[in-house]
């Protein structure tokens, strides 16, 4: 079973940047899709960036422009570069599979953007 370990996240002013990693403890080739999801305080868990295994990659409208998502299946790792940060972003970040496995989702890693 796959573990999923998401790490880069902090406090960063509005403008600012931070890059997510995600590190799988096995292959993540097989999964065709891979994505990043946030939850904020009272809100839903959504979808805001995924890749699939051949390099395509979709963003949701509320980052387009601002987040990168890229892959490396070598190193069984997928990352979410943000820049222009808003206090909107601020959420808790995940990956998982597109659609995700419940068994997949980790303990996420925290973004908050404060001034």
């Known amino acids: 079973q796959v573990q999923l370990v998401e790490s880069g996240g902090g406090l960063v002013q509005p403008g600012g940047s931070l890059r997510l990693a995600c590190a799988a403890s096995?292959?993540?080739?097989?999964?065709?899709?891979m994505g990043w999801y946030r939850q904020a305080p009272g809100k839903e868990r959504e979808l805001v960036a995924n890749?699939?295994?051949?390099?395509?990659?979709r963003n949701a409208d509320s980052v387009k422009g601002r987040f990168t998502i890229a892959r490396d299946n070598d190193k069984n790792t997928v990352y979410l570069q943000m820049n222009s940060l808003k206090p909107e972003d601020t959420a808790v970040y995940y990956c998982?599979?597109?659609?995700?496995?419940?068994?997949?989702w980790g303990q996420g890693t925290q973004v908050t953007v404060s001034s």
């Open positions: 096995g292959s993540i080739f097989s999964f065709r899709n």
């Open positions: 998982n599979a597109v659609p995700p496995y419940n068994a997949y």
């Open positions: 890749i699939f295994s051949g390099g395509t990659t």
